[in-house]
């Protein structure tokens, strides 16, 4: 029976290209795991857009003299075409500059105030007084009173990881000036975290034995410890979605607050845009369905606590406001399986000091599937993993190049040399031949449970260690020297190495879907493995919006052993991988930083 699976992935802020640090953190997991489930045959919904609000995009418009929409719009064109480039399949990637979005932020807000889950309090906010406005979150730096790091952002410190509370921010000063603002009474919306503690425990408590361990340690760690106190929802700020509420229009919704909601919205939107306006209840109300959030771990707060905390406070009265005929709870999420951070050479990554591999700059020179392959070897899944050039090129050179597809162009370039395109009849297997066919087998289950479990590297390792076993098998067979003394002999390695790489080909297609592809066209296969992205322009009441969509209709992968028969008719094959010269590595390295 088929499952529904949402991947949701974090929204990246439009203020700031993708680097791989962004890419393997959220964007890359999540993709790889929506193919897999996918080939599976599974109803998949992968959603996420461009946040583009709060002071993330107004303090670089402030900074560059534009306007939020223009830098929003900006680093979205670009977020959609990098995207596509690297093969992230959204079914839908969105923006939260949209009238759908605000609607159904609003709608979470106003059900959580009716729900007695907010309540209103003042608190004292930076303010400046030549500007005679309040700084919020990122118009203010400082000093963090808890780790003592000095250029902390007023509302979180990217050094320990902890959210702030502003007020408490060390030496503070102005990001517009320079200047010292000083404290003033605002009035703003709290969610009542106190009140939700006890679900949000629980929830909690019956995932803490499959959740990765910095995962629980985080949220439970900080429920045990400290408890949950109220949070502000609402911030001084115009750009933004307006509070909906009279004598409000100063101020807008917190973009963490919104952000999140993003996921719900961005299946309403998909769920329009697909002509069914009900469907998004599938993976959002059927208590059945799995949602799985794919995050950095700086947003492990939001998700395995506030976000629960809102869905949990909203339940089913969000219907109600929504004006759902349907009332139900709100499937709360399955997995939050965060990465850890990527760093560069050693070194942190950071955009401002060009110390990044940056995505549409990388597939500039290279392919898209040794960036995955890469991406995923290293992938900061339990601590944090560094990119490093020279293993790139290993790897690359090694592994891609020398295991898989010098195997799977070595083996197609002999058949089609001596079979003129036909797959060859193998006669009678040996004990050897099925071993291998069975080995090829287990490897579907063996790679599901890693996938399963979100374990991409241990995933992708137990496919290449496959590649090699049909190597091995190979070198054992021989097939290139066979030809000359037993044509029948050659014909049955061959054939079983075809049918073994025809498997390979699904069991590295999530990790590989450009290779993988092509790979099956070689293999005389008609049909797309996975379905087609494309643009569209949407108009609403805010304006246009572009979006990136996925059209399954056309995918005819599945996630089982290869079928191959003998008789059928293939093409003559490419190399899949290009072999890197080894002057990139220094060539690489000094563009860093500069
Ligand atoms: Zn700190």
Not at 99 to 106: D, E, G, I, R
Not at 166 to 179: E, Q, V
Not at 513 to 540: A, C, M, R, V, W
Request: glycine share 6%.
């Amino acid at each position: 029976m088929s499952e529904n699976i949402l991947v949701a992935v974090a929204w990246p802020y439009a203020n700031a290209e993708i680097h791989a640090g962004n890419l393997v953190g959220s964007h890359l997991p999540a993709d790889i795991i929506a193919r897999y489930h996918r080939l599976k045959g599974n109803n998949v919904l992968m959603v996420s857009g461009s946040d583009s609000h709060g002071t993330p995009i107004t303090v670089r418009a402030d900074a560059e003299g534009i306007s939020p929409v223009e830098v929003y719009k900006r680093f979205h064109e670009g977020f959609l075409e990098l995207f596509q480039q690297v093969g992230i399949t959204f079914d839908l990637f969105t923006s939260t500059h949209t009238t759908n979005h605000f609607k159904v932020s609003q709608t979470m807000f106003t059900t959580l105030l009716e729900s007695g889950f907010l309540y209103k309090e003042k608190q004292l906010q930076w303010y400046s007084s030549a500007q005679e406005r309040f700084l919020p979150d990122r118009y203010v730096e400082g000093t963090c009173y808890i780790c003592g790091f000095d250029g902390a952002r007023s509302d979180q410190c990217d050094h320990c990881g902890n959210l702030l509370e502003a007020s408490k921010l060390l030496n503070p000063r102005s990001k517009i000036d320079g200047s010292t603002p000083e404290l003033r009474e605002t009035e703003h919306f709290f969610l009542d975290l106190s009140k939700l503690e006890k679900q949000v425990e629980a929830f909690l408590n019956e995932r803490q034995d499959y959740w990765r361990p910095n995962v629980v340690r985080q949220s439970l760690g900080q429920i045990q410890t400290d408890g949950l106190h109220g949070r502000p929802i609402t911030r001084d700020l115009k750009w933004g979605i307006p509070v909906p509420l009279e004598d409000w229009d100063e101020k807008c919704l917190y973009v963490w607050f919104e952000a999140v909601v993003g996921y719900l919205s961005a299946s309403i939107e998909w769920s329009k845009l697909e002509g069914k306006d009900a469907a998004w209840r599938d993976w959002w109300k059927n208590q059945k369905a799995r949602t799985l959030y794919f995050i950095g771990k700086d947003n492990i707060p939001f998700h395995a606590i506030i976000w629960p905390a809102e869905l949990i406070g909203a339940s089913e009265k969000f219907d109600e406001y929504y004006g759902e005929s349907k009332k139900e709870n709100f499937v709360l999420p399955y997995d939050v399986p965060a990465n850890e951070f990527l760093n560069l050479e050693g070194k942190k990554i950071s955009g401002s000091r060009n110390w990044a591999v940056w995505g549409k700059d990388f597939l500039s020179r290279y392919d898209p599937d040794p960036f995955r392959y890469y991406l995923t070897a290293i992938m900061p899944e339990t601590r944090d993993s560094d990119w490093d050039w020279e293993e790139f090129y290993h790897r690359n050179n090694d592994e891609l190049v020398a295991t898989w597809g010098n195997l799977a162009n070595r083996v197609l370039s002999f058949a089609f040399k001596h079979w003129e395109g036909i797959v060859p009849d193998p006669g009678e297997l040996t004990e050897v031949d099925t071993e291998l066919l069975k080995t090829v087998e287990e490897c579907f289950n063996s790679v599901s449970v890693e996938l399963e479990k979100v374990h991409l590297r241990a995933a992708m390792a137990e496919v290449m260690r496959l590649a090699s076993e049909v190597n091995k098998y190979l070198d054992q067979t021989a097939p290139w020297k066979a030809i000359k003394e037993d044509r029948q002999e050659a014909a049955r390695a061959i054939f079983v190495a075809m049918k073994a790489i025809d498997s390979l080909k699904i069991l590295f297609s999530p990790f590989l879907p450009f290779t993988s592809q092509k790979l099956h066209e070689y293999l005389g296969n008609e049909g797309q493995l996975f379905g087609s992205q494309h643009l569209e322009t949407i108009q609403d009441e805010l304006g246009a919006h572009t979006v990136l969509r996925y059209d399954a209709q056309q995918a005819c992968g599945e996630w089982k052993p290869s079928e191959l028969q003998p008789g059928r008719k293939f093409v003559k094959p490419a190399p899949l991988f290009k072999k890197l010269d080894k002057s990139i590595i220094d060539v690489e390295r000094d563009r860093l930083g500069k």
